[in-house]
């Protein structure tokens, strides 16, 4: 499975802020998926991320919010812009394997927003 | 659209018994794929184990198995031999086959079961 690393682990921001956080795999991948995770909960995709075109949101989360960059087939960034207490969760990214039903997931992100 | 319901919120374990998690879902498609992933503390999500729908040989990873009843949309998870290190989240998946019925690639997950093991 491919090796995912996420920056930065964890962080706490103030309301109103902005914060991005990015995702390296070790291999080249064509479908990126970022998830959040609110506390207690389970994961719930945001978006899917194709290099070359605009990431795909899923129902209940737009672009302004939450844009999303893939400049290459190794790499994405996703944003939370103007945060609120409420955007509190860890962020994970993932990354099809070789068999692509199969997803593997980076280390995620811990967000706390005071 | 496909729902995957896992109705343990948690479970207990003595250390090296046996514990089945409790996996059920929803859907209309005749070939999909579903996956056992285990989240620490750490909250790594780790991938336990994958089953094709299309097959009916049950998956079985070292201590890990899944007892998959497909007609009755059941993909339990079989602990053998419980570890301290087996304490997680289990979180239960399904993932539709690229340019399936429902034209999505993600993965739906239930919602959780919190596994406790006792030494």
Do not use: H
């Not at chain 1, 609110?38 to 737009?62: D, H």
């Amino acid at each position: 499975s491919a090796v995912i690393s996420q920056k930065p682990s964890r962080d706490i921001c103030q309301r109103g802020t902005s914060l991005t956080i990015q995702c390296q795999v070790d291999s080249q991948v064509t479908m990126m998926f970022w998830y959040r995770q609110q506390p207690g909960q389970s994961l719930t995709l945001i978006a899917t991320a194709n290099q070359g075109s605009e990431a795909t949101y899923e129902s209940g989360f737009v672009i302004d919010k939450f844009p999303i960059s893939r400049p290459n087939l190794t790499f994405s960034t996703l944003t939370v812009s103007n945060m609120s207490p409420e955007d509190s969760s860890i962020y994970l990214c993932s990354v099809e394997g070789q068999t692509a039903d199969t997803q593997y997931f980076g280390p995620g992100t811990r967000l706390t927003v005071l | 659209a496909q729902t995957v319901t896992q109705s343990q919120p948690e479970m207990s374990v003595q250390e090296a018994e046996t514990v089945t998690l409790s996996c059920t879902y929803d859907t209309s498609e005749s070939d999909y794929y579903l996956f056992w992933y285990k989240q620490p503390p750490s909250r790594q999500m780790i991938l336990v184990i994958r089953q094709e729908a299309y097959k009916q040989q049950n998956a079985t990873e070292n201590r890990f198995s899944v007892n998959f009843q497909k007609a009755a949309k059941s993909f339990s998870l079989k602990i053998s031999d419980s570890q301290l290190g087996d304490a997680a989240m289990y979180f239960c998946a399904y993932r539709s086959p690229l340019g399936g019925l429902y034209n999505n690639n993600d993965m739906r997950f239930g919602a959780g079961t919190r596994l406790t093991v006792k030494p």
